[in-house]
């Protein structure tokens, strides 16, 4: 695994935008795995502003979100559909037909995964990846014990996420969609990269038992261990409990020092 730390959640986002930067500005045909939550939004807010000052271009970019929540129609305000066009998809020029999101309201959920499945192989497979961390370790809604195999599916959400997601909900975990379609990790395994994001001290052991605990289900972001192009971007306070922090920076540099001496 590749583990920048940066100090600020800023400096994260930047470093997380420029990857996909350098990667379309190679590729412009990318196809680009997405999350939701709070952690990405300075990433698109970052890319948002390459789109319009450096006219970075997104009509041939490819995007499949990682998650939705089951039962909740794409224009409701926290669907994951509301989300990612606000933050990203009406504000890049991405046609409509390239973007990909699950779609928890249809009937034949099984016949639906396969299809979401099916598309990703077809557009030639993610690129790059982007995913948040639950506090518990999950990534997507794959939630701790699920296969480390697993596929796009349906997921039961734990107590811990319809806690964390309940202030978009009105506030109540009751209020909160208790299923959600999700790529499954082998399905996130399968990305040439992933970026795995995370900011601030609540963060700090789910990071520490990702990176540097026992490959389990327990802790679904752990299989990234075993993927060949990991790339974990945090800032300070989610390294904070991170045994190796000064290696990762001084592996950091060393390469930033490589990349200026290549020009
Ligand atoms: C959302 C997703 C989740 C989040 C995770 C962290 O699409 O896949 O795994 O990335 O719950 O959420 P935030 O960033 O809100 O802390």
Known sequence: MEIIIQPTYARLAEVAAEIIRDALLKKPNL??????????IGVYEALVQMH??????????????????????PDHPYSY???MRTHLFNLINIPVENYHIPQS?????????????????????????????????HIGFNEPSSSLGSRTRI???TRGTLEANASHFGGTVDTVPKMAITMGVGTIMEAKQCLLLASGGP?????????????????????????????????????SQLKRVDYYKQVYANKLELLSRDG
């Open 52 to 73: 319009r000052t450096d006219r970075l271009d997104f009509s041939n970019v490819t995007t499949f979100n990682l998650d939705e929540y089951v039962g909740i129609p």
């Open 81 to 83: 559909h509301t989300f």
């Open 203 to 239: 963060k700090a052991e789910a990071i520490a038992n990702a990176v540097e605990g026992p490959i389990t289900a327990e802790v679904p972001a752990s299989v990234l261990q075993m993927h060949p192009r990991a790339v974990v971007i945090i800032d300070d306070a989610a390294a």
């Open 105 to 137: 309201t249809v009937v034949g959920h099984a016949e639906f995964c396969e299809r979401y499945e099916a598309a990703i192989v077809d557009a030639g497979g993610i690129d790059i990846q982007v995913l948040g961390i639950g506090r518990d370790g």
């Open 31 to 40: 196809v680009l795995g997405l999350a939701t939550g709070s952690t990405p």
């Open 155 to 157: 997921k039961t959400l």
